[in-house]
């Protein structure tokens, strides 16, 4: 995985888990240990997916860049299915406070978006691959 890659990623999840540990911390005072605990999870749950999402986007573009839109639709669309089959599996669970776990994964998600825009607006990516050293064009006119 190329630097960059891996300092975006880094870029936005780093944000993403302190957003997640603050609001665990709240959940925690507010909502008890449940609530801290589901906190967490959707911390947890934004990172991986969104993270796992950032990853095949990255090499979507690099290896198949006239799908890359396409595929971006699809993955958001994916995350999002995976997202509500993971409410269904929880629905009912005692494990985690629920409403902890939902306002927590909407401020993670917000943060890993914010902190993703401003990691791709500083980095400084090049539209175009430059030619090597090695393959200068070669004069073929004549030299004043």
């Not at 630097?3 to 005072?29: C, E, H, M, Y």
């Amino acid at each position: 995985m190329p630097s960059n890659d891996v300092r975006i990623l880094a870029q936005a999840a780093v944000p993403t888990a302190a957003v997640g540990a603050v609001a665990a911390v709240v959940s925690g005072v507010v909502a008890g240990g449940k609530g801290a605990v589901g906190s967490l999870v959707a911390a947890l749950v934004t990172i991986l997916f969104m993270g796992i999402g950032l990853l095949v986007l990255e090499r979507t573009a690099k290896t198949l860049p006239h799908l890359f839109q396409a595929m971006g639709l699809m993955l958001y669309a994916a995350q999002i299915l995976l997202l509500f089959v993971f409410l269904a599996v929880f629905k009912n669970t005692t494990l985690f406070n629920p409403r902890a776990f939902a306002i927590t994964l909407i401020a993670t998600t917000l943060a890993w978006i914010g902190a993703q825009t401003m990691a791709h607006m500083k980095s400084k990516m090049l539209y175009v691959e430059p030619d090597s050293a090695g393959s200068k064009p070669e004069k073929t006119g004549p030299s004043s």
